[in-house]
């Protein structure tokens, strides 16, 4: 189901039903009366308002136009500790080196219905800059924490944890996805460590038919997340 409920009539009936809004995204400047009451009624509630330009409304949309939308069913978030206790789909990524990636790889996650994303290795503050740009700022509707260990965060997760590497065994739709459950991905040149690959529950391969058997990181990524959405939504 999606985590979006689209326009002030689609959310008002989301507030009428109970359901669990995390997040209103509006329309900045905007003094449209049922817009305006409708905020009002979200702040009574204890629910966060944000504001965004036309653009961000027009392409954020699943049907446009909308003067505001929701988030339903997703804390946009949380530190490291408090996400593995949420669960859900999480994505780890295993030292990704490049800010752009990291950053198209944010908004993959965030489609997926993903509960969060976890990005190893250290990373300066005009690094994280450049990746919330490249993520169009996705990070706002999902958690995304830096500077993480990597065996540690498998160590301390409930879960099952499923590397996407060329070594797996099964292709991503004989795998289960469902569940608690955090997909590895792993750097562009040094693929997910040995160590990892050993503390992992499975792996998965992307099959591949070409002259050179190798995808960009957020390929696979996609693959992989389409999959795991369709299982989630069965």
């Not at 003067?67 to 804390?75: D, T, W, Y």
């Not at 944010?106 to 997926?112: D, L, T």
């Not at 099964?170 to 160590?195: H, Q, R, Y």
Request: proline share 3%.
């Amino acid at each position: 189901m999606s985590m979006q409920r689209c326009g002030i009539d689609a959310i008002e009936a989301a507030l009428d039903a109970g359901e669990d809004i995390t997040l209103v995204l509006a329309l900045k400047e905007c003094d449209d009366p049922r817009l305006v009451a409708l905020l009002d009624r979200c702040m009574d509630a204890g629910i966060d308002v944000s504001f965004g330009s036309e653009n961000d409304l027009w392409r954020m949309a699943e049907t446009s136009p909308a003067l505001a939308l929701a988030l339903v069913g997703r804390e946009p978030v949380a530190d490291l500790d408090t996400m593995l206790e949420r669960g859900g789909l999480i994505w780890m990524l295993a030292g990704v080196q490049y800010q752009t990636n990291v950053g198209f790889c944010i908004r993959v996650a965030e489609v997926s219905g993903a509960s969060g994303l976890i990005v190893t290795g250290e990373w300066t503050s005009d690094d994280r800059h450049r990746i919330v740009r490249a993520a169009m700022r996705t990070n706002r509707f999902m958690p995304v924490v830096f500077g993480c260990d990597e065996m540690e965060v498998v160590k301390s997760w409930k879960g099952r944890a499923i590397a996407i590497e060329d070594v797996g065994t099964e292709e991503p739709w004989d795998a289960d996805l469902t569940g608690d459950v955090m997909l590895i991905i792993g750097g562009e040149n040094a693929g997910i460590s040995e160590e990892l690959l050993a503390a992992a529950d499975e792996a998965i391969r992307i099959p591949m038919a070409g002259f050179t058997p190798s995808y960009n990181l957020q390929a696979p990524m996609a693959v992989v997340a389409v999959e795991a959405l369709r299982q989630r939504r069965s």
